[in-house]
């Protein structure tokens, strides 16, 4: 398995354009986590799926972040329209039940600037 | 509410010296605490969790739930130890971990 992967792994746009980035989780993980890291705020829970069900998105800033996950093996984190302070690099996580191992397996990351 | 309390943004110390990274945490149950790691150019990966009790590339870290905290230590640094860490904290099962602010760890010859 190759992991988590992400998509884009770069992405610069200008303010106010929309963003989506892209997640395949590892195949037969049940749980989906988005995140974001700054140098100030350190690794901020977004939004988490089980079973491609939302279960808590109290992280999403505002309402101009959503997320999705139509499938097993499919998520994004949209961002329209984009500002400046949403710069940061987004992570995509997905587990087994915690039950289980209670480990998180993370992507490599997308780094978002928004200009 | 559950916190994570990671004081220390960056840590430096010398090859072979003791290394301690501080990890404090809020929750009023039984948590679950976790360190991950993330070296240059990889990922964040899981280094050790509590309940293990293991020793990971020389690094331990020991639960105490009087003080709430769970620092990660480690008795000769070496340079390959240089990465972020992060402390994380999980409540109840099926919930999220939630994860401090990370520490730097540099260490130099």
């Known amino acids: 398995d190759a992991g988590v992967i992400q998509s884009p792994r770069h992405e610069v746009t200008e303010m106010g354009q929309e963003v989506t980035l892209r997640c395949k989780p590892i195949s037969g993980h049940d749980y989906l986590f988005w995140y974001r890291q700054t140098m100030m705020r350190g690794l901020e829970l977004l939004i988490y799926f089980n079973n491609n069900v939302p279960i808590d998105d109290s992280g999403m800033p505002e309402d101009r972040f959503s997320a999705k996950m139509p499938n097993a093996s499919f998520s994004t984190l949209k961002i329209q329209p984009s500002e400046p302070r949403d710069s940061a690099v987004y992570f995509c996580?997905?587990?087994?039940?915690?039950?289980?191992?209670?480990?998180?397996?993370f992507g490599e990351g997308s780094r978002l600037t928004v200009l | 509410a559950q916190r994570v309390t990671q004081p220390e943004k960056l840590l430096s110390v010398f090859k072979g010296a003791p290394v301690e990274l501080k990890c404090n945490y809020s929750y009023s149950g039984s948590p679950e605490l976790f360190w991950y790691v993330q070296y240059s150019r990889q990922r964040l990966q899981l280094l050790l969790r509590?309940?293990s009790r293991e020793s990971i590339k020389g690094f331990t870290a020991d639960l105490n739930k009087g003080e709430t905290s769970f620092h990660l230590k480690k008795p000769f640094a070496q340079e390959e130890d240089s990465a972020m860490y992060y402390c994380?904290?999980?409540?109840?099962?099926?919930?999220?971990?939630?994860f401090g602010k990370g520490t730097t760890l540099s260490v130099s010859s």
């Open positions: 994380a904290l999980s409540g109840h099962a099926g919930t999220a971990l939630i």
């Open positions: 509590h309940i």
């Open positions: 996580a997905s587990s087994l039940p915690r039950g289980r191992t209670g480990e998180l397996f």
